[in-house]
Nanobody
């Protein structure tokens, strides 16, 4: 499966963005999917994950209550709704797909930059 992330950009603190991840090559419903991010000088970290049907999801403590992961299997698309953004959310965001809900993930998108200004 190939993954293409989009929707990043520059936003002021407190603002919102919605990231999308389009899957091609195989139906997205075959995979669990997730979002990860990597800030400059830091290791990549888990943000959110969702199971194949969309009925089970989890988010990192750092984004709980602000970020929501969802998927539309009919459109082969994964989403990350990000609200109340903070400067510390600035990072390259990657979508990923795999066979196991808790990972590891086998397929990765190219990343989309999210920059939150204070």
């Amino acid at each position: 499966v190939q993954l293409q992330a989009s929707g990043g950009g520059l936003v002021q603190a407190g603002g919102s963005l919605r990231l999308s991840c389009a899957a091609s090559g195989r139906t997205a419903s075959s995979y669990v999917m997730g979002w990860f991010r990597q800030a400059p000088g830091k290791e990549r970290e888990f943000v959110a994950r969702i199971n194949r049907s969309g009925g089970l999801s989890a988010v990192a403590d750092s984004v709980r209550g602000r970020f929501t992961i969802s998927r539309d299997n009919a459109r082969n698309t994964l989403y990350l709704q990000m609200n109340s953004l903070k400067p510390e959310d600035t990072a390259v965001y990657y979508c990923a797909a795999g066979s196991n809900y808790a990972g590891p993930y086998d397929y990765w998108g190219q990343g989309t930059q999210v920059t939150v200004s204070s």
